[in-house]
């Protein structure tokens, strides 16, 4: 069972910016993607960033050019660098861990993911 945790919420206003971060538990995985979503008050769960086990990184098109995603060299911290905040980003944000392969080279199986239990970002005008 992996556990990300997410850390680095808070409230700034309009123009600021935030650090996030998630850790994740020791596994047994070599091959994973890990992604940020976030989830606004009465809305969907939406995708905002991600980098998958090859190193490619995408981003939601009303993030692109304002957050940066990132991994420490270890790959067990995922960071998401988000400037320029709009009040139209405040929600809690929630990094996704998907595994793909053990380090013994076997996969897993499709579909299995964990998720962290969130970190607020409140955005003020």
């Known amino acids: 069972q992996v556990e990300p945790v997410e850390s680095g919420g808070g409230s700034v206003q309009a123009g600021g910016s935030l650090r996030l971060s998630c850790a994740v538990s020791e596994h047994n995985y070599c091959k994973y993607d890990m992604n ?12 905002v960033s991600g980098i998958d086990s090859r190193g490619n990184v995408t981003y ?5 050019g304002r957050f940066t995603i990132s991994q ?3 790959k067990t911290t995922l960071s998401l660098q988000m400037n320029s905040l709009k009040p139209e980003d405040t929600a809690m944000y ?3 861990f998907i595994p793909r392969a053990y380090c013994n080279g ?5 579909g299995v993911h ?3 239990k969130g970190t607020q970002v409140t955005i003020s005008s």
């Open 36 to 47: 940020w979503y976030r989830q606004a008050e009465g809305k969907e769960r939406e995708f």
């Open 60 to 64: 939601a098109a009303s993030v692109k």
């Open 72 to 74: 420490d060299n270890a």
């Open 94 to 96: 929630y990094c996704k």
């Open 106 to 110: 076997v996969s897993e199986r499709y």
């Open 114 to 116: 964990y998720w962290g």
